[in-house]
């Protein structure tokens, strides 16, 4: 197959230019070299990386339906998906919260009216709490249970309000029998204890109680435990 062909010579002139062809099963598909539509211009149309200046520009209408806005493949409130496109967030400036979205859902990150994005230690549902009573006892008690599976409970909050007219310290485990991770001193008719919502006391290991335990058997302790849900 022989690719390219002469054009016969027409009326009075005698050129008999050679036009480039591409010869496909006997049948001649002419080949066509793009170059810059200006006027007398013949920078040539680079296919692939070319340059900037040898590229094909396409402009699309700012009314056209083609339009190209950009944005994430997933909506707010829908089971995510591919891979991350956006970083933004949705301004919260009254009093109502956003609606809660359903676990493992993307969600819209919240920022107030300024743009500063909302932070909290832990959504409302993560920060497990519980008060207890010990009275006349030196037995091991939980004070907080266990979290799910996998799930650990790091301590941000605990208070001890001793009524009675004794002293005592009481050692803290995150386990029933396991190790002492802490005591506070409470003295008699006094309130006592700490707050870290920055830096808890991280619990050893997940799905795991809890325990205080009194050294001397007196009227009333009441001992109030916050902590911090997280995934090890």
């Not at 806005?69 to 919260?97: E, L, Q």
């Not at 994005?117 to 497990?128: D, E, K, S």
């Not at 266990?146 to 001890?160: P, S, W, Y």
């Amino acid at each position: 197959m022989s690719n390219n062909v002469v054009i016969p010579t027409t009326g009075t002139g005698t050129a008999t230019p050679t036009i480039s062809t591409e010869d496909i099963g006997s049948v001649h598909y002419q080949r066509v070299k793009l170059v810059d539509g200006t006027a007398a211009a013949t920078t040539v149309i680079v296919a692939g990386n070319g340059a900037a200046a040898s590229a094909l520009r396409v402009t699309i209408a700012d009314d056209s339906t083609g339009v190209i806005i950009p944005g994430g493949n997933v909506a707010h409130d829908a089971a995510d998906s591919g891979n991350p496109v956006k970083i933004g967030g949705k301004a919260v400036v009254g009093s109502t919260p956003l609606a809660v979205v359903a676990d493992a859902d993307r969600a819209n990150l919240q920022v107030d009216g300024a743009g500063r994005v909302v932070v909290t230690t832990a959504p409302r549902g993560q920060r497990p709490h519980a008060t207890t009573t010990i009275s006349a006892s030196t037995s091991e008690t939980t004070v907080l249970a266990a979290g799910a599976a996998g799930i650990f409970h790091d301590l941000t909050m605990v208070t001890i309000a001793n009524t009675s007219a004794t002293a005592v310290r009481v050692d803290f485990k995150d386990a029933t029998s396991g190790t002492i991770r802490f005591s506070l001193y409470a003295p008699a008719g006094a309130t006592v204890g700490f707050s870290c919502d920055t830096d808890p006391v991280e619990q050893a290991s997940a799905a795991a109680n809890w325990t205080a335990t009194s050294s001397a058997s007196v009227t009333d302790l009441r001992i109030f435990v916050k902590a911090r849900a997280t995934k090890g």
